[in-house]
T-cell receptor, first 114, second 113 residues
Framework: DAGVTQSPTHLIKTRGQQVTLRCSPKSGHDTVSWYQQALGQGPQFIFQ???????QRGNFPDRFSGHQFPNYSSELNVNALLLGDSALYLCASSLQWYSTDTQYFGPGTRLTVL | DAKTTQPPSMDCAEGRAANLPCNHSTISGNEYVYWYRQIHSQGPQYIIH???NNETNEMASLIITEDRKSSTLILPHATLRDTAVYYC??????????????FGSGTRLSIRP
């Protein structure tokens, strides 16, 4: 049973560029959440996708957008990259309406903006 | 979601029990206490959660005080592989497990040989 997978593992971009990160949820899960983790801090919630729609959003600018596909996989897009966007980006999957389940995290994508 | 307070760091000898405290004095009646840990450069890993009763699984035990204002995560026999940042989180469960998780700064636990 595959867990949450993310690609790529590492990514280096320059300021102003755009980046797309990918996530495949744990088998059987239908909801994907994205988190940003700056060095030395706890993860911060970006947004969540369910049924191909953004359902919840944290305090992140519109430069951060996402998408969910019919197979439940998801992409996180960041436009006009800033140095401060350098972070570990984590994807977590869960079941939307199963209250006793929890969120399972992938290994993350390390983004470095130069 | 209620705010939690954890010590920034702790250490424990290998083979001993590691007891990680968490204060959540503003917790509401429908909020659960969750614990996650994050080993260096990996994604957070779910450990355990509870509402008001003490809970135990293969990884740890969770002790919640009667007034629910604080809790303790217990790793019964700590190993070097338990070195990680441990996050105590309070979440409203309602009928969906998909609600966002609000992480604090956590406790950095170091296990010494």
């Amino acid at each position: 049973d595959a867990g949450v997978t993310q690609s790529p593992t590492h990514l280096i971009k320059t300021r102003g560029q755009q980046v797309t990160l990918r996530c495949s949820p744990k088998s059987g899960h239908d909801t994907v959440s994205w988190y940003q983790q700056a060095l030395g801090q706890g993860p911060q919630f970006i947004f969540q996708y369910y049924e191909e729609e953004e359902r919840q959003r944290g305090n992140f600018p519109d430069r951060f957008s996402g998408h969910q596909f019919p197979n439940y996989s998801s992409e996180l897009n960041v436009n006009a990259l800033l140095l401060g966007d350098s972070a570990l980006y984590l994807c977590a999957s869960s079941l939307q309406w199963y209250s006793t389940d929890t969120q399972y995290f992938g290994p993350g994508t390390r983004l470095t903006v130069l | 979601d209620a705010k939690t307070t954890q010590p920034p760091s702790m250490d424990c000898a290998e083979g001993r029990a590691a007891n990680l405290p968490c204060n959540h004095s503003t917790i509401s009646g429908n909020e659960y206490v969750y614990w996650y840990r994050q080993i260096h450069s990996q994604g957070p890993q779910y450990i355990i959660h509870g509402l008001k009763n003490n809970e135990t699984n293969e990884m740890a035990s969770l002790i919640i005080t009667e007034d629910r204002k604080s809790s303790t995560l217990i790793l019964p026999h700590a190993t070097l592989r338990d070195t990680a940042v441990y996050y105590c989180i309070v979440r409203v469960e309602e009928y969906s497990s998909a609600s966002k998780i609000i992480f604090g700064s956590g406790t950095r636990l170091s296990i010494r040989p």
